[in-house]
């Protein structure tokens, strides 16, 4: 295995599959750093280009720019505050406020070496791991979906920064907007209003693109912007000490791990991998009140998280020929359309595929390491645009990009919409964080809740004697009363 | 507005949702493939909204109103400093947002074309936001004209998405 | 809410004018935009994508794969029923479309659209957990019947979907008491089967020839009129004395309005696309059986199928 594993990074080291891998990371880092374009998008979009190419060369590309595009979404969630795809959405959270208090070297730093970290841990299980692991997540059934992502629901109340009702408000809201749609148990239209165009729902980037960038670009062109205090880089900015990384190898292991294990289930996404990881650090942390002020620790989590889901997605893909997340379906697809055939024989039929897989991503992760670190001074000339020009291109871009998520102007409209919510949610002064949580786990949670009472004929017990089941509703319940008793107990 | 009528209006608005959203919940009528309607979710998370807002009523109107500012210090400060902040116009807000609508519409309509009216949006946006002035007006045209042009290039050419 | 009858008057009269204004001599004169009522990635997409890349060359013009999912295909459906009658936007969709318009979430049903070309069919194949001790389709029937012994069976389906009318096809032939379980399209349907979720489900054979090859799950029967060429050992139905005979077939439509001379120079294409060899093996090797059908043919196998879609939805999902 290891000669074989060692053959193939050879091969894809060559020179042209290295190009390709090359091409696809940076064009990932820079498809996932502008708000408004992601890596689904451009995973989707490159797969017709592939067509004639030597497999290989396809992963090579396609790969890269999953990997990249992870990354990427970094970038924009430090400097902007918008994050540059969902998976960095968490990112957000403390990497714009620690950009914002002068340091957003520091936070880029951070979350690159993070990303790079979870991509290795992940890809460690990728390549040792895989069979007994995929077959580990075969046995996760709708209970204990449930139970996990109930788990992140009720974590949600720990995000609160003042007012938890609040935060419980915007949670309900965001569930909400969840509804609509065509149901997934009864295949009934829901809260569809009469209007077909409401049969799909609420598209879920279109949705996050009009909270996060939409509105977070509508109230920069609100800014008076000879007086608003920018982001600046300064290059100079010492590079982060390794005792800084070191302090958080407990976070760094642990968010990958999860990342990891969020990546594995299928139809989960690296979103919810990067919302699980943080809020566990931020109930594990012993200073929980620093998240969201732009703490290390938060942008860690997130980012070591969202990188970990891509080689754990990768998992059930080469293992059983299941898509983890959405680009994982791109990439079957590429696989099915250069007549490889994934599926639990793939690794038989198909060594060299599967070898080709594992090696990209290492290479991919280290070319991402390597570009992001040494492409901080280019972004620094980059955010230098004043925002006046900033605001209306990136406003365009998020158009585009919300329209190419499905093709349809009803997505634009959407995230307009959104847009202009999230505008009343800061003048409420309604955290944006729950709303997301809520929205996007909330149909999750649905769909496996009543498919395990269906499986369970309608007996709601079957969660508890469920051993797996139980220890999970068990963790939830326990975190939900944690910080309570913290607030008792003065630090 | 002072915080009272502004939580008050919210408090309002959530209400308003969630009866919205349980009446409609209650339209859908029984499936014969599940015993569970597919209302329930929805009921139990109007009912949750409902109640959490009630509460969230309750407590704003019994607190006093320098407790709750401390109550909430810590989520206020960013956003004082972020949205409330000197020069903050929230007529540029309501420009620029209109504009958007706008230029979605034009999309929607068919009545421009994808190219021109990205153009325009962009180049409007940026006089919108910047001071009016003949350099200006020349730099924006050029920058809208120079974005539009390489993202319709990006999409069309590179890749085969057909714009609106 | 009066925005959609005012909408559907505007795009009648839009299509009525380009009925009219549409000649077949210069047709196709630009790119022509399929919508694929589906996401990138999955099924439909890639066959459609195959098949645009041949039929390209034998129309003479570029072919723009759009793909505009959710609905369960209805929105991207009607947004091809609703375009412009002139050739230029075609759907292709499969089985989906009968089942979410006899739902009725696809208000712009059959009637709104008129059938091209069926390329290719998949064929459909019951599958079983391994192990399991039902290893003919009697054994599963005396599972399946109303009266069994023991827990009922769990069958895997994606509710409304394809997978889900032809499970209900397959029981069909028995007074059935099963549990339907929404464990949702193919990939994860198999998933939930390997993972011992579900006793059985319904799937086409290109999605799950994997799986069965490498003994995690286990086929009883098919339901096409012969064997599948991959699948040699797998009896069909008629050969267990039930007739039953459901497919996914890939079929692309043009909007209702679009003139006869328009359809008949897409389906000769067509007809000359699929019937190529390289192209029919490029099917074959998926797993993918052609079955080119065209004109009334096609219009009469469609309307059967969907009458017996109807038949089921009316009698198992939606009720009277």
Redesign the interface.
């Given at each position: 295995m290891i000669s074989e594993l060692s053959a193939s990074f050879g091969l894809m080291l060559g020179l042209e599959p290295f190009l390709y891998i090359l091409i696809g990371t940076v064009s990932g880092i820079v498809i996932g750093a502008i708000p408004g374009l992601n890596g689904a998008m451009l995973v989707a979009l490159t797969l017709p280009l592939t067509y004639g190419w030597d497999p290989l060369h396809a992963i090579a590309i396609l790969v890269g720019q999953y990997v990249g595009s992870i990354s990427g979404g970094l970038v924009s969630a430090t400097l902007l505050n918008i994050p540059g795809s969902p998976s960095s959405m968490m990112t957000t959270l403390d990497a714009a406020p620690m950009a914002r208090k002068g340091r957003p070297l520091r936070a880029l730093q951070l979350g690159i070496i993070a990303s790079f970290v979870g991509g290795v841990v992940s890809w460690v299980a990728l390549v040792f791991l895989s069979p007994p692991l995929a077959k580990i997540a075969l046995k996760f059934g709708p209970h204990e979906y449930f139970a996990l992502v109930l788990a992140a629901l009720m974590l949600i109340s720990s995000l609160s920064e003042g007012s938890m009702l609040k935060a419980l408000i915007s949670a309900c809201i965001g569930m909400i907007v969840a509804l609509p749609g065509l149901d997934t148990i009864t295949a009934q239209p829901r809260m569809t209003f009469g209007f077909s165009q409401m049969m799909a729902g609420f598209n879920l980037l279109a949705v996050l693109l009009g909270i996060f960038a939409v509105t977070q670009l509508l109230s920069d062109a609100g800014r008076d912007l000879r007086k608003a205090e920018r982001v600046r880089l300064d290059v100079k900015e010492s590079f982060i000490s390794l005792a800084d990384v070191a302090r958080q190898g407990v976070n760094l292991l642990r968010s990958s791990l999860i990342g990891t294990w969020i990546g594995i289930l299928p139809g989960v996404g690296g979103s919810v991998g990067s919302i699980v990881s943080y809020v566990t650090a931020k109930n594990m942390s012993r200073k929980p009140e620093e998240f969201g002020q732009g703490c290390d620790e938060g942008v860690v989590a997130s980012e070591a998280a969202n990188n970990a889901t891509v080689g754990g997605a990768l998992i059930p893909m080469i293992t059983m020929g299941i898509p983890g997340s959405i680009i994982d379906v791109i990439l079957i697809a590429a696989l099915t359309l250069h007549n490889i055939r994934p599926g639990p024989l793939l690794f038989q039929n198909n060594a060299e595929i599967v070898y080709g897989f594992m090696s990209t991503m290492m290479i991919a992760n280290i070319l991402m390491l390597v570009v992001m670190l040494f492409g901080i001074r280019l972004l620094a000339k980059l955010i230098d645009v004043p925002s006046k020009y900033l605001v209306p291109v990136l406003l365009v871009l998020c158009v585009v990009g919300a329209f190419a998520v499905n093709n349809r102007v009803f997505d634009v409209w959407v995230m307009f919409a959104f847009g202009v919510l999230g505008l009343f949610f800061r003048w409420l002064k309604l955290p944006v964080a729950p709303f997301v949580i809520g929205f996007i786990l909330t149909p999750i949670a649905e769909t496996n809740f009543r498919t395990a009472l269906i499986l369970s004929r309608n007996d709601l017990l079957d969660f508890l004697t469920r051993p797996v089941t139980a220890v999970l509703l068990a963790v939830s319940v326990v975190v939900l009363f944690l910080p309570l008793f913290r607030k008792r107990r003065p630090a | 507005m002072n915080t009272r009528s502004?939580?008050g209006?919210?408090a309002l608005a959530?209400l308003l949702?969630a009866a919205l959203?349980y009446w409609?919940?209650d339209q859908?009528?029984v499936?014969?493939?599940?015993?569970?309607?597919?209302?329930l979710?929805?009921k139990m998370?109007?009912v949750?909204?409902a109640l959490?807002?009630c509460?969230?009523l309750i407590?704003t109107f019994k607190s006093v109103p320098e407790a709750e500012d401390e109550?909430?210090?810590?989520?206020?400060k960013?956003?004082v400093t972020?949205?409330e902040?000197?020069?903050?116009?929230?007529w540029?807000?309501l420009f620029?947002?209109m504009l958007?609508?706008l230029?979605?519409l034009c999309?929607?309509q068919g009545w421009l074309g994808f190219w021109l009216s990205?153009c325009l949006?962009?180049?409007?946006?940026?006089v919108?936001?910047?001071e009016i002035s003949v350099r200006s007006l020349v730099?924006a045209t050029m920058?809208?004209l120079l974005?539009?042009s390489l993202?319709v290039l990006l999409?069309t050419r590179?890749?085969?998405?057909?714009?609106? | 809410m009066f925005r959609k009858p005012l909408m559907a008057a505007l795009t009648a009269s839009l299509m009525l004018f380009n009925a009219s204004a549409v000649s077949a001599a210069d047709y196709p004169s630009k790119p022509i935009k399929v919508i694929v009522p589906n996401g990138a990635g999955g099924s439909t997409d890639i066959v459609s994508r195959l098949v645009a890349q041949a039929y390209t060359s034998e129309l003479g013009t570029e072919l723009a794969i759009v793909n505009m999912g959710g609905g369960g295909t209805s929105i991207g459906a009607m947004e091809a029923a609703g375009s412009n009658a002139d050739g230029y936007t075609l759907l292709s969709t499969h089985e989906a479309f009968l089942t979410s318009s006899a739902l009725g979430v696809n208000t712009m049903g059959p009637s709104s659209v008129r059938p091209i070309a069926q390329v290719a069919k998949e064929v459909i194949v019951l599958a079983v957990q391994k192990g399991s001790d039902m290893t003919s389709l009697d054994d599963f029937y005396a599972a399946a019947k109303k009266g069994h012994t023991g827990d009922s069976l769990n069958i895997g389906i994606s509710p409304g979907a394809a997978n889900h009318f032809f499970s209900l096809s397959v029981l069909s032939a028995i007074d059935h008491d099963v549990t339907f379980v929404p464990t949702g399209g193919g990939a994860s349907t198999l998933k939930a089967l390997m993972g011992g979720t579900i006793n059985a489900g319904t799937f086409a054979v290109s999605e799950s020839i994997e799986a069965i090859r490498s003994g995690d799950v286990v086929p009883v029967a098919l339901f096409n009129d012969e064997r599948h060429p991959d699948l040699p050992d797998t009896p069909t139905a008629s050969e267990s004395g039930y007739d039953i005979n459901v497919g996914l077939h890939y079929v692309w439509y043009a909007p209702v309005e679009t003139p006869d001379d328009v359809v008949s120079i897409l389906a000769e294409a067509m007809t000359r696309t699929v019937s190529d060899d390289a192209f029919e093996k490029s099917l074959v090797e998926r797993s993918i059986t052609p079955a080119m059908m065209t004109g009334s043919e096609l219009e009469e196998a469609l309307g059967s199928r969907y009458a017996q879609v109807e038949e089921l939805a009316i009698k198992y999902v939606v009720g009277q």
């Open positions: - | 502004r939580e209006l919210l959530c949702i959203v409609s919940a859908i009528p499936s014969l493939m599940a015993k569970i309607s597919a209302g979710v929805p998370i109007a949750s909204l959490v807002t509460l969230h407590m109550d909430s210090q810590g989520a206020m960013m956003d972020e949205s902040s000197e020069g903050f116009s929230v540029r807000v620029s947002s958007l609508g230029f979605i999309l929607e990205a949006f962009t180049a409007l946006g940026i919108l936001l910047s730099l920058i809208s974005s539009v993202t999409f590179v890749f085969t998405v057909i714009l609106p | -």
